[in-house]
């Protein structure tokens, strides 16, 4: 059978061609991928196979390993190295000017949203290395208690976004920032499943409409 090219289309077809007469927003992700690519394999161009590794992948895509990728049929050393390359440059550069968290006023704006909030929600913050935050997340939504927060509930996502720690925070309805004896033991527990894991929690900080209190700097940490 033989091979499907790209340039057997209409010039108006070729990703190449519309990106550099459009530019690259206007190009979807399989001709996006097609042109890191380069090139197909037998009975199919870089576009089928851009669109089959896609669908094959999901929205996982930009996590795959380079062994993920070489286990593709058609993707061979060179493709998969130039996809890998394309992806941590991207991540690079996507983490280049976030704030930096030093002292726990720094992580309002990522949790204020939560202060007057009727129920409790507990919150995930990533860190990567150099203290730049990655992701904020909503771990659970309700009372707040050991058997609610699980260790695999709140690392799932760290150990996904490759972090080197996490702080945690929850709001209390009340108004009251005292830390429970449930909050105390959440601490705990996921301070040692973080060590356990090698990512640590920096901090634990509660918030209320009268402000935040951090469980570190109460010594619970």
């Given at each position: 059978?033989?091979?499907?090219?790209?340039?057997?289309?209409?010039g108006f077809?070729?990703?190449?061609?519309?990106?550099?007469?459009?530019?690259?927003q206007?190009?979807?992700d399989?001709?996006?991928?097609?042109?890191?690519l380069?090139?197909g394999?037998?009975?199919k161009?870089a576009?089928?196979?851009?669109?089959a590794?896609?669908?094959?992948?999901?929205p996982?895509?930009?996590?795959?390993?380079?062994?993920?990728?070489?286990?593709?049929?058609?993707i061979?050393?060179?493709?998969?190295?130039?996809?890998?390359?394309?992806?941590?440059?991207?991540?690079?550069?996507?983490?280049?000017?976030?704030?930096?968290?030093?002292?726990?006023?720094?992580v309002?704006?990522?949790?204020?949203?939560?202060?007057?909030k009727?129920?409790?929600?507990?919150?995930?913050l990533?860190?990567?290395?150099?203290?730049?935050?990655?992701?904020?997340?909503?771990?659970?939504?309700?009372?707040?208690?050991?058997s609610?927060?699980?260790?695999?509930?709140v690392?799932?996502?760290?150990?996904?976004?490759?972090?080197?720690?996490v702080?945690l925070?929850?709001?209390?309805?009340?108004g009251?920032?005292?830390?429970t004896?449930?909050?105390?033991?959440?601490?705990?527990?996921?301070?040692?499943?973080?060590?356990?894991?090698?990512?640590?929690?920096?901090d634990?900080?509660?918030i209320?409409?009268?402000?935040?209190?951090?469980?570190?700097e109460?010594?619970?940490?």
């Amino acid at each position: 059978m033989a091979r499907k090219r790209i340039k057997d289309l209409p010039g108006f077809a070729r990703p190449r061609e519309k990106l550099l007469e459009r530019g690259p927003q206007a190009l979807s992700d399989a001709e996006l991928l097609a042109i890191l690519l380069g090139s197909g394999v037998e009975g199919k161009s870089a576009l089928d196979l851009a669109r089959a590794i896609l669908e094959k992948a999901g929205p996982e895509f930009p996590k795959w390993s380079v062994e993920e990728l070489l286990a593709v049929p058609g993707i061979g050393t060179a493709k998969a190295c130039r996809i890998a390359a394309a992806f941590e440059l991207a991540r690079r550069f996507a983490q280049r000017g976030r704030p930096v968290i030093r002292e726990p006023e720094d992580v309002l704006p990522y949790i204020q949203h939560i202060a007057d909030k009727k129920q409790e929600y507990f919150l995930c913050l990533t860190l990567n290395g150099a203290g730049e935050v990655i992701q904020t997340r909503v771990v659970t939504v309700g009372l707040l208690d050991s058997s609610q927060v699980h260790p695999r509930e709140v690392f799932a996502d760290a150990i996904a976004d490759r972090a080197a720690a996490v702080i945690l925070a929850h709001n209390h309805p009340s108004g009251k920032l005292d830390p429970t004896p449930a909050d105390v033991e959440v601490t705990r527990q996921l301070a040692e499943a973080g060590r356990i894991l090698g990512i640590r929690v920096l901090d634990h900080v509660i918030i209320s409409r009268h402000g935040l209190l951090s469980l570190r700097e109460r010594g619970y940490l």
